[in-house]
C-alpha cells in the first residue's frame, strides 16, 4: 500500500508540542510521527506524519489540532513508493545482546557465542527485531523474571514479529500464545517461531486485544508480555487482571519514561503491585505482580 507523508516545517519549541499533541491523537492508529531537525542554528525542524488509507481525513484532523494548540501550518504531502522499507532498513543492522538473548539475522549466524540464546529474525512486515529500546527491555526483563519465577504457560499479547514469545519459549521450554490483530504480524510471528524450532511451543493467533475463543481455552497464564503502547495497555489493565493467575507476572513495554506513572497506576488498581522498572533509550520496561 502506498503511504504518504505529511509535512512541514515549524520550530524546535512548536514542532514538540505538535509532536505530543500528534502523538496523542494518532498512537492508537500507530501513525509513525517524526520530527526532524534541518538547523539547530536557524530553528529549523521538520515534522512529518506518515499516513496511508484515508489522507483526507488524517491531514484534516492534523491540521484541527494544529489550529487547536494556534500553530496553523500549510502541510505538504509526498506520496512514498511501495517499498519494503522494513527489510531495507534492517540489511544493515548489527546484532543486538539483551541478557543472554542474541537476536540475529541470517548473515550474523557465525557470530552466536556459546550459552546464548539465539533468536534468529529476519526483515519482515511485523514489529520486533529487538534492536527498538522497547524490545531489548523486554528481553532483559523476561530473563530477571524467568530466572527467578517458573511459569507454565505464556502470553505475547500484540506479538509482531514473535521475538519475545521465541524468546520465553526458548528459555522456559513451555506453550506460549502469540496473539497480534494483524495477520501479517501473525503470519510472520508463526513463521519465525518455526525458523527458530519453537513451533511446537508458540501458537500464534490473529485477536484483537482478548476478543477471541483461545483465551478462555488457555488462561489463565502465569506471564503475560504485552511490548504494545501505553494507552491500549492502560485500557487493557483490568482483562490483563482476568487472564493472569494469582502470583503471576506481566512484563509490560512501549511505554515512553513520561508515561511510566500513569500505566503503573492504571494496574494498581488491578491489584497489581509493581516490581520493577527498567530504563533504555527513553523507554521503559515494567514487571508487575498480581
Not at 483526507?56 to 504531502?77: F, H, N, Q, T
Not at 524468546?167 to 494483524?182: E, F, Y
Not at 500464534?204 to 504494545?228: E, Q, R, S, W
Request: glycine share 8%; aromatic share 6%.
Amino acid at each position: 500500500m502506498t503511504q504518504t507523508r505529511l509535512h512541514f516545517i515549524t520550530g524546535k519549541l512548536e514542532a514538540d508540542s505538535i509532536f505530543a499533541a500528534f502523538e496523542a491523537a494518532f498512537e492508537d492508529e500507530g501513525l509513525p510521527i517524526a520530527v526532524l531537525e534541518v538547523d539547530e542554528d536557524r530553528d529549523i525542524y521538520e515534522v512529518s506524519l506518515y499516513a496511508d488509507g484515508d489522507v483526507d481525513a488524517v491531514e484534516a484532523r492534523a491540521k484541527d489540532i494544529l489550529v487547536g494548540l494556534s500553530i496553523p501550518k500549510p502541510i505538504e504531502r509526498e506520496s512514498l513508493p511501495d517499498i519494503d522499507w522494513v527489510a531495507r532498513s534492517l540489511e544493515g543492522l548489527k546484532p543486538v545482546r539483551a541478557g543472554r538473548f542474541f537476536v540475529h539475522g541470517a548473515h550474523d549466524r557465525r557470530k552466536r557465542h556459546s550459552g546464548e540464546l539465539a533468536i534468529e529474525i529476519e526483515a519482515g512486515l511485523a514489529f520486533g527485531t529487538g534492536h527498538h529500546g522497547t524490545t531489548a527491555g523486554c528481553l532483559e526483563m523476561l530473563e530477571r523474571v524467568m530466572r527467578r519465577e517458573h511459569p507454565r504457560n505464556a502470553l505475547d499479547l500484540g506479538t509482531g514479529s514473535a521475538v519475545l514469545a521465541i524468546a520465553v519459549a526458548k528459555l522456559a521450554h513451555i506453550p506460549v500464545l502469540a496473539t497480534d490483530i494483524d495477520p501479517v504480524a501473525v503470519r510472520v510471528a508463526a513463521a519465525n517461531a518455526r525458523l527458530n524450532h519453537v513451533k511446537a511451543m508458540v501458537e500464534t493467533v490473529t485477536a484483537p486485544g482478548f476478543h477471541h475463543p483461545i483465551f478462555g481455552k488457555c488462561a489463565p497464564f502465569d506471564l503475560i508480555v504485552a511490548n504494545i503502547l501505553a494507552r491500549p495497555l492502560m485500557r487493557l489493565a483490568p482483562q490483563m487482571a482476568q487472564h493472569i493467575a494469582l502470583g503471576g507476572s506481566i512484563v509490560l513495554s512501549g511505554i515512553l519514561d513520561r508515561q511510566r506513572d500513569a500505566v503503573v497506576s492504571a494496574y494498581v488498581g488491578q491489584n497489581f503491585r509493581h516490581v520493577r522498572t527498567l530504563h533504555r533509550e527513553g523507554w521503559v520496561t515494567i514487571h508487575l505482580k498480581h
